[in-house]
């Protein structure tokens, strides 16, 4: 409750701060010149005695006859309206934190925050693409239809709580049904994924299926698939790099461990004999002992 958000006909979203009474900051939402009420001065270039050109309705006709349209008609004719779209915010929305907020706009939905790590950039949102419905997918095993409302969200915690609930076995039959527009999309995400999870079978056996599956596809259009490939191949190449050398250290120790132990096997029985002999000497001077003993008491 310690600040107020305006908006309404303006381009601009002010925020103003209660206890002071003064304006805060003034974003501006728009800079489309398309739209009404964009232009915050006239142009000077357009400038007559008798106003500003912007203003002036022009008349239209044919030689000395001059029709004064009536204000939005163009050459006269009634259906046809020359106006321009009016810069608008419907509503605005703190968020529940206090930390963004939400506006609507005619130039759609605009969210500003403080965190950087906030993005909400949906595609093709409706109503019914909501985290609970998703989930309901998921507990009905409708694994793609899932997968394309997490695309449609396109919140990238929800992707990966998706992906990673559909079955091993279930990857080559959704990668097959999946529409062309997700394809692309997906492959992205398994390449961003690939490259700091530690599931890297799953997402390397997501990364085969859609590209053996939709290949052809995906070759058709090369140059915008090319840098989520390049993407791809960057992280595949990566952890190839660091399982190439543990695998290298593993081997070179599990080699020096087998040669050791033929060592230790060659050493064993010549200790083994070395021990016996001892044995036998120490047997032979206590029989020596026990000898002479016997002939000191015979004495």
Known sequence: ???????????????????????????????NLSFDAMEEFLDRRKMTEFGSLALVD???????????????????DMSSRNFKPEIRVSSLRFSPTGRSWAATTTEGLLIYSLDGSLVF???????????????????????MAAIILAFR????????????????????????????????KLLSFVADCLEKSGHLQFYMTWAQNLLMLHGQKLKNRSGSVLPTLQAL??????????????????????????????????????EEEEEKEEQDEGLSEEMSEASLDDSEMIL
């Open 1 to 31: 409750g310690e600040s107020v958000l305006a908006g309404g006909q303006s381009k601009f979203v002010c925020i103003y701060n209660v206890k002071e009474q003064m304006l805060m900051k003034k974003f501006e939402i728009s800079c």
């Open 58 to 76: 022009e008349g239209a006709g044919d030689g000395d006859e001059v029709n004064i349209s009536l204000p939005g008609v163009r050459k006269g």
């Open 121 to 143: 950039d949906p595609y093709d949102l409706d109503l019914d693409v909501t985290p609970t419905s998703i989930r309901k997918q998921l507990r009905l095993k409708e694994w």
């Open 153 to 184: 969200l396109n919140e990238n915690a929800l992707k990966q709580e998706v992906l990673e609930t559909v079955p091993h076995d279930q990857i080559p039959v959704v990668c097959g049904s999946l529409p062309d527009v997700y394809v692309e």
């Open 233 to 270: 191949q960057k992280s595949i190449q990566r952890h190839f790099d660091n399982l190439s050398k543990l695998c290298n250290f593993n081997m070179y120790n599990i080699r020096y461990a087998v040669a050791l132990s033929k060592q230790k096997c060659v050493k064993r029985p010549a």
